[in-house]
């Protein structure tokens, strides 16, 4: 069965696009398809059967919510793209599609129903504003070529996912114990401490 998937958008934004449609609107419904993801599931053979343990996942930045099976290997595309957007400019990229793994595998690995994202994309005027600011970001960051995810679980210590994150390294991980989070990234191997 294809994997359960579930997009809430709150604060009316749903609202909001559907009365002033734009180009935006127009690539989301091109790279789902279609509008209903669930169309291809025959509902019928779901009746009187227990639902499927479901992984949520929140931006919270953007304050969206996706849902999707606990057992699935990876996320569509398309809503990678969009949880992990830019927040300051609200522009998608085309994510590494490796980082809704290593996503997945962690919720999976410490049975966590849930993953809160710190950042995902970050247009590279907004990480060029950040760096002016004093921020601690990388000039070259990777999340300026969608190659990079800060999150953290409830109720896992953060070092626990560090450990973890460094045990199926893919590529760069961060530790950010007084953020309570830890960056991932497909760049080279590598490993280092934030604030």
Wanted: glycine share 6%; with cysteine; aromatic share 8%.
């Amino acid at each position: 069965m294809k994997a359960l998937l579930v997009l809430v958008l709150l604060a009316g934004t749903a609202q909001a696009q559907s009365k002033h449609p734009s180009k935006k609107d127009d690539y989301w419904a091109d790279k789902q398809g279609a509008h209903d993801p669930l169309r291809k599931i025959d509902r019928k053979k779901l009746v009187g059967k227990k639902p499927a343990e479901v992984v949520s996942i929140w931006n919270s930045w953007t304050h969206e919510w996706a849902a999707i099976e606990q057992k699935a290997k990876t996320l569509p595309q398309a809503l990678v793209d969009r949880l992990l957007r830019c927040h300051f400019t609200n522009e998608p990229t085309e994510m590494d599609s490796r980082l809704a793994s290593v996503l997945l595998g962690a919720a999976r690995h410490f049975k966590s129903r849930r993953i809160n994202i710190v950042s995902g994309y970050r247009a590279p005027k907004y990480n060029l504003m950040l760096r002016k600011k004093g921020r601690n970001v990388a000039k070259d960051s990777e999340h300026t070529k969608g190659h990079a995810v800060d999150f953290w679980l409830p109720r896992v210590d953060v070092k626990d996912l560090y450990d973890w994150a460094m045990a199926h390294q893919i590529g760069g991980v961060g530790f950010y114990a007084d953020s309570g989070f830890v960056h991932v990234d497909t760049g080279k191997k590598r490993t280092w401490n934030g604030e």
